[in-house]
Structure formats: C-alpha cells, structure tokens
C-alpha cells in the first residue's frame, strides 16, 4: 500500500491566535510539508487545484515540479485535477511535461472539484459537470496513447491530426485516479477504463462510499479487467494526534469549528461518530484505519488530510512525525497481513513500464 498525505491549500486564520498566513507562506507551507513527507517515510503528496480564495494551489504542475526538484523517492500526485474546466489538451501536456522532470513519479486524481462559480469563470455549465468529465477524459486519455488524433466532441473545438507533446514518459502515460465524494458516474468512469478509483472519505459515514467503492469494483469486473478485488482504490481520511486523546481534541476543536470544508454544522464528536475523521492517540488512528479494510476491502492508496483548517505549520510538521514514526509503520505491517496474493500493489511508473513490456513480449 501506499501511505501519504493530500493538501486542499487554504488560507484559513488561526483560530487561537488569530493571525491569518500570507499567500507566501501557506504556498511555501506546502512545500515544506510535502519535504517532511518524504524525510518521514510516505510515499505520496497530494495537492488539490482551486481557483478562489481562500485556497492558493491553482497550479498544482508548477508547485509539483519545485517539490520533485526537492526530493528523489516521492510519489507526486494531485487530490483534484478538474477535469471539467481546464482544456484535456493543457492536461496532457502539463503533466506529461511534469512527469518527464519528475522521472515517472506522478500521477493524478481527475475531478470535477466543489465549488461551483469556477465553471463559468473557464466558460463551462455546471450543468453538465457529468458530461464534461465524461467527455474531457475520452480526450485526454486518447491524447497520452495516440501520438495523432483526430477529434470532434461537444465542447471544445475540434482537433486535425494533434499530437500531444512531449509524449509521455517511456510511452507511459501517468496513472489516474477518479476522484468522487458522492458520483456513480464517476465511479463508472473509473471502472470502464480500468483506472483507480478515490472515494474522499472524509465527509459521509461508510456506508455511501461502500456503495460507490462496491459499485466501482463490480464494474471493473464487468469491462474484464481482472476480478472486483483487483479494483485499484484509494481512500481519504483525516487525523490529529496527541499522546494523550483528551488532548487531541481539546486542541483540534477550535480548528475543527472553524474548519472551511466542513466548519460551522455537526460538533466535532458528532463528525467523528460519523464520518472518518479520528481525533485521538497514534494507536486511536492506527485501529480506525484498519478498519477501513472491513468495510471497503483491501485498497491501495491511504491520504490523509492534515494541513488545513489554520493550523500552524510547526503543529502540522509534529503531525506527520508522529504519521511516519508511530502510525504507518504499524499501518504498512498490518494491512499487510492476510493480503490475499491476487491483490495489487499501488501503481507506480516502473511498475507499468513493467506491464507494457510483459504484454509487448506477448504479443512479440
């Protein structure tokens, strides 16, 4: 499996002191995050993409080209690439670009993203956020595997014999994610191209993303690419960690309450009752993220939440000392007990080269 952390970017005041990060500092607060990640021992960081305030990641390629420059083993990706607002060519080349300089380590997560004016500020209709992804994806997936295409779809202009350049690297296009919290189209989506399916995980009890997840892998199933258990999924989730529980939670609340992705409703003991979120000790964590196992299967990808809500970069950084010291290496030996032989491991670039290669000797 692999283990890491996803940042949505918001400028959010510290609710106990008050003072609210510059643009500066929070972009530079990333980046500093993404290096302890790698320093702890995850694999992976994971950047959303948001055009308003008060997030500042609205281009994901140019942070994740400086963090690859600034590390060697780890896994770049992105919690949303918006799938429906930004061109499928600009995709294709901005992140085959991206994973020429990163040497194969990234990939991406596609979505349609939560905030609703950024559509017609890029000339799109919310209203057909489903076709847009649908059809958006068709491009770009055809983009990184056809060096000419041909095109003519509803919403863009059509293309004459394009090629996408450069080429992805070793003829390997990244892999892809599809991201939902609430989509069975998306879910479809994923399941027909054979691609991974992220279920966020951090808004709704279990019980809806058991739906989507088993849907996903039914489906996956049915377009033959291999059994429901060889599905590749990955889950979000959230954490804050103290020693002691009652510390955990006295600290975290006042972020919690003012927290702009899910702030101001149910109190932070009704969140936790029901939904993912796991405030308390590293072994708390540890057994609520094994949990994830009974009720989804065995998955490939585990991101954690923990940067937003105004909490101050030193507190974050403590954070991921305890994720990478106390929490993963227990979670790494447990998931991997009684991991049946036929589930997959988390793609990587070597390990899809290695695909393309087998099946090209095949086929020789």
Same mark, same amino acid.
């Given at each position: 499996?692999?283990f890491?952390?996803f940042?949505?970017?918001d400028?959010?005041?510290d609710p ?5 990060p510059?643009?500066h500092?929070r972009?530079?607060a990333?980046?500093a995050?993404?290096?302890k990640? *790698?320093?702890?021992?995850?694999d992976?960081?994971a950047?959303?993409?948001h055009?308003n305030?008060?997030f ?7 942070l ?6 600034r590390?060697?083993r780890l896994?770049?990706s992105?919690?949303?690439t918006l799938?429906t607002?930004n061109d499928?060519?600009?995709?294709? *080349?901005?992140y085959?670009?991206?994973q ?6 990234v990939d ?5 993203g939560?905030?609703?004016p950024?559509?017609p ?11 847009l992804?649908v059809?958006n994806?068709?491009l770009?997936?055809?983009l990184w595997?056809?060096?000419?295409v041909?095109?003519e ?9 394009f090629?996408s350049?450069?080429?992805p690297?070793d003829?390997v296009p990244?892999f ?5 919290i ?29 739906r989507l997840?088993n849907l996903?892998?039914e489906r996956?199933?049915h377009?033959?690419h ?9 889950l979000?989730g ?5 020693k002691?529980s009652q510390?955990?939670?006295?600290e ?5 309450d ?6 101001h409703?149910p109190?932070?003991e ?5 939904t993912p979120?796991?405030?308390g000790s ?8 094994l *949990?994830f196992?009974?009720f989804?299967?065995d998955?490939?990808r585990q991101?954690?939440?923990m940067?937003h809500a ?5 507190t974050v950084l *403590? ?15 447990e ?9 997959p491991?988390?793609p990587?670039?070597a ?6 290669n087998a099946s090209a000797?095949?086929?020789?």
């Amino acid at each position: 499996m692999q283990f890491g952390i996803f940042s949505v970017g918001d400028v959010t005041t510290d609710p106990t002191t008050g003072r609210t990060p510059t643009e500066h500092e929070r972009i530079k607060a990333m980046v500093a995050i993404a290096l302890k990640a *790698e320093e702890v021992g995850l694999d992976v960081f994971a950047t959303g993409e948001h055009h308003n305030p008060p997030f500042v990641p609205s281009s994901p390629t140019t942070l994740l080209g400086y963090i690859a420059a600034r590390t060697e083993r780890l896994l770049l990706s992105t919690a949303t690439t918006l799938i429906t607002t930004n061109d499928p060519v600009k995709i294709a *080349e901005d992140y085959a670009m991206l994973q020429h300089l990163a040497d194969g380590r990234v990939d991406l997560m596609l979505g349609r993203g939560n905030t609703g004016p950024v559509y017609p500020w890029f000339g799109q209709d919310i209203r057909q956020g489903i076709p847009l992804a649908v059809e958006n994806y068709a491009l770009l997936h055809r983009l990184w595997r056809e060096d000419v295409v041909d095109w003519e779809g509803r919403f863009r202009t059509p293309l004459q014999g394009f090629t996408s350049t450069p080429r992805p690297l070793d003829g390997v296009p990244p892999f892809v994610w599809h991201g939902s919290i609430r989509s069975p189209e998306i879910a479809e989506q994923a399941a027909y191209y054979g691609d991974g399916f992220f279920a966020n995980n951090i808004f709704w009890p279990k019980e809806h993303f058991m739906r989507l997840i088993n849907l996903y892998r039914e489906r996956y199933a049915h377009y033959g690419h291999g059994t429901p258990e060889q599905a590749i999924v990955g889950l979000g989730g959230q954490v804050f960690m103290r020693k002691n529980s009652q510390d955990a939670v006295r600290e975290f609340r006042p972020y919690f309450d003012v927290a702009p992705v899910y702030g101001h409703g149910p109190s932070l003991e009704e969140f936790m009752a029901e939904t993912p979120l796991t405030v308390g000790s590293p072994q708390q964590v540890i057994d609520r993220t094994l *949990e994830f196992r009974e009720f989804f299967g065995d998955y490939q990808r585990q991101l954690f939440l923990m940067d937003h809500a105004g909490l101050p970069l030193k507190t974050v950084l *403590e954070q991921l000392d305890i994720l990478g010291e106390e929490v993963v290496p227990v979670l790494r030996k447990e998931f991997a007990k009684d991991r049946p032989a036929g589930v997959p491991d988390a793609p990587t670039h070597a390990s899809l080269v290695a695909a393309k290669n087998a099946s090209a000797a095949v086929g020789a």
